[in-house]
């Protein structure tokens, strides 16, 4: 059974930082690629950032995170995590981790709140 749980959200003043964590288990975690979306109340679930399986890891972002977020994987922990700098109000959302290989599976989100 794949599980996925996030951690490290939390209330930020605008231009602050975070790192969110996102544990895997229950599955081989090098052949899945690894991402978050972000879901703001009343607005579609939006794409964060994805870093694929394969290719060392090749990372894609949403343009609007591009150049403030990265993401990165640790193959040895099961882990992949999301740097957020230069952080926004509008960056306010619940961000999900999610694992994809055909299949996707979430977990439950860890809420980020950027005061202004």
């Known amino acids: 059974q794949v599980q996925l749980v996030e951690s490290g959200g939390g209330l930020v003043q605008a231009g602050g930082s975070l790192r969110l964590s996102c544990a895997a288990s229950g599955l081989t975690f090098s052949t899945y690629d690894m991402g978050w979306y972000r879901q703001a109340p009343g607005k579609e679930r939006e794409f964060v950032a994805l870093?694929?399986?394969?290719?060392?890891?090749?990372?894609y972002y949403a343009a609007s995170v591009k150049g403030r977020f990265t993401i990165s994987r640790d193959s040895a922990n099961h882990t992949v995590y999301l740097q957020m700098n230069s952080l926004k109000p509008d960056d306010t959302a619940i961000y999900l981790c999610?694992?994809?290989?055909?299949?996707?599976?979430w977990g439950q989100g860890t809420q980020v709140t950027v005061s202004s």
């Open positions: 999610y694992a994809r290989r055909g299949s996707v599976w």
């Open positions: 870093i694929s399986s394969w290719s060392g890891g090749t990372p």
